[in-house]
């Protein structure tokens, strides 16, 4: 085992010509100031808003390898229209991975620092695809005792997401929400969060396999958009739940509008007196993914009461302010082997992350396929 003075660490360059380099790279551990810790990071999961850093819109089905067994080198084009949109990061090797967990090894001179000599630890806070982290106290969260870094490793992304959302969806005056893509982990999450607090959630998923995967867990209202009777199905959820607000991960294409027709029609159908400008209950369809990357089309068949706007974890936890937030996170740890349980596939080494075979499946951001990364495996 090392001493952690350095590590390997995952890289992502985007050069100007367009060509993607993924790589690692060894790096001196900073010493821990007063109020800092070194981690050895021994779980670290690849979520979908990893993917956008770590491979972003690169053709990865085209990627070529090179380089050694133990420091490989990937490389893959980006298509030239995608250039501009990325024009901050080009030319700048970049470390991934928001959110991790593992062991403290050694700590600073502070009485909060030196409490974590040893524990297991979930922590936020970039660059987690790397042998060592040197972290502030405040962004380690100490798991209870007999917890691994493979049960924490995904303490904050997914939970709080999915928190976030039951929250917002208070905070906004709905009294019911509707998730897409929802056979997700992060999914699954919320629907053991509605069950347990009593809200209803109308769950969108894309194909049966994923319906049974929600079905198996107790999810109520469950309709498959490829089916030819979706729209009337929606509906029906809709008007069983009241559901007005809506959390999309698909992003483009038809989804937020037809979302936004069936919200309407569904008000409609016990509305007591009809307005030619539609009903003023507001609709509200957040977009915090985009599995699809085209346009959002909106047919515009439901009034002038409603919204279509994004929403991302961090701005949110900076709009109710650290008392709040931590509320959240304790939640997370006091439920973490239930409510907040997270699932994996497989977990791979830093080498074995970037193996072509590996990257086409993990890059295709699929429900059922969650890698872990474990960056100290076989250290």
Sequence with gaps: MSDGKSGLQLRSLLKKDGELELSLVNIPTPEPGPDEVVVRVEATPINPSDLGLLIGPADMAAAKVSGSKELPVVTARVPEGALAGLAARLDESMPV?????????????????KALMGRTVAMIGGAMYAQYRTLRVTECLPLPEGTTP???????????????????????GHKALVH????????????????????????????????????????????????????????????????????????????AGQI?????????????????????????VYVYGS??????????????????????LFPFLMKIGPEAGNKLRQRVVAELKTTF???????????????????????????????????????
Excluded at 260 to 284: D, W
Aim: aromatic share 6%; proline share 2%; with cysteine.
């Design 97 to 113: 991975g928001n959110e991790g967990a593992g062991v403290v090894i050694r700590t600073g001179s502070s009485d909060a620092a």
């Design 150 to 172: 493979a049960e924490g490793a995904s303490c904050f992304v997914n939970p709080l997401t999915a928190l976030g959302m039951t929250e917002t969806m208070r905070r906004e």
């Design 180 to 255: 897409t893509a929802a056979a997700s982990n992060l999914g699954q999450m919320l629907n053991r969060i509605c069950l347990k607090d009593g809200i209803g959630l109308v769950n969108i998923v894309r194909n049966k396999e994923q319906a049974d995967i929600l079905h198996k867990i107790g999810a109520k209202h469950i309709v498959d958009s490829s089916a030819p009777d979706f729209m009337d199905k929606l509906t029906g959820a809709l008007v069983e739940t009241g559901a007005t607000i809506a959390f999309d991960a698909i992003g483009g294409g038809k989804l």
């Design 260 to 284: 936004l027709v069936a919200m309407e029609t569904a008000i409609n159908k016990t509305a007591k007196a009809y307005s030619r400008y539609g009903s003023n209950v507001h609709k509200q």
């Design 291 to 312: 599995l699809d990357n085209r346009s959002i089309e909106l047919p515009r068949g439901f009034g002038m009461a409603w919204g279509v706007g994004g929403w991302l």
């Design 341 to 379: 349980a997270s699932h994996y596939t497989k977990v791979v080494s830093l080498q074995e992350t970037l193996q072509l075979d590996n990257i086409a499946v993990y890059g295709k951001r699929a429900t059922g396929e969650k890698f872990l990364i474990n960056p100290n495996k076989g250290a």
